[in-house]
Nanobody, 121 residues
Framework: QVQLVESGGGLVQAGGSLRLSCAAS????????MGWYRQAPGKERELVAA???????NYAESVKGRFTISRDNAKNTVYLQMNSLKPEDTAVYYC???????????????WGQGTQVTVSS
């Protein structure tokens, strides 16, 4: 079992910034990758940004140049720095961790509870 704790969401005006954090905890696991997804009302959940433990990064086209994902492998923590926020960024943001357990085969996905990001005009 892996637990993900998210923080950093909130209200911000268009053009402002927020920094999201997500820390993974548990036993006998290693992280293959961590990332952020978001879901706005009436829309499908979408990938925002993801990063592997080796540092390979993938961004949604809509956030390139504005968002930056980073991680601290020693702390099993991933961050999402969001700059130049737009109203269209308003959504619930979910942290994801893809992990491998020491004594088990395969990869497993775990999700945080979500944090609301609201960007006003």
């Amino acid at each position: 079992q892996v637990q993900l704790v998210e923080s950093g969401g909130g209200l911000v005006q268009a053009g402002g910034s927020l920094r999201l954090s997500c820390a993974a905890s548990g036993r006998d696991f290693s992280i293959s990758g961590m990332g952020w997804y978001r879901q706005a009302p009436g829309k499908e959940r979408e990938l925002v940004a993801a990063i592997t433990s080796g540092g390979v990064i993938n961004y949604a086209e809509s956030v390139k140049g504005r968002f930056t994902i980073s991680r601290d492998n020693a702390k099993n923590t991933v961050y999402l720095q969001m700059n130049s926020l737009k109203p269209e960024d308003t959504a619930v943001y979910y942290c994801n961790a893809r992990v491998r357990f020491t004594l088990s085969a395969g990869l497993w996905d775990y999700w945080g509870q979500g944090t609301q990001v609201t960007v006003s005009s």
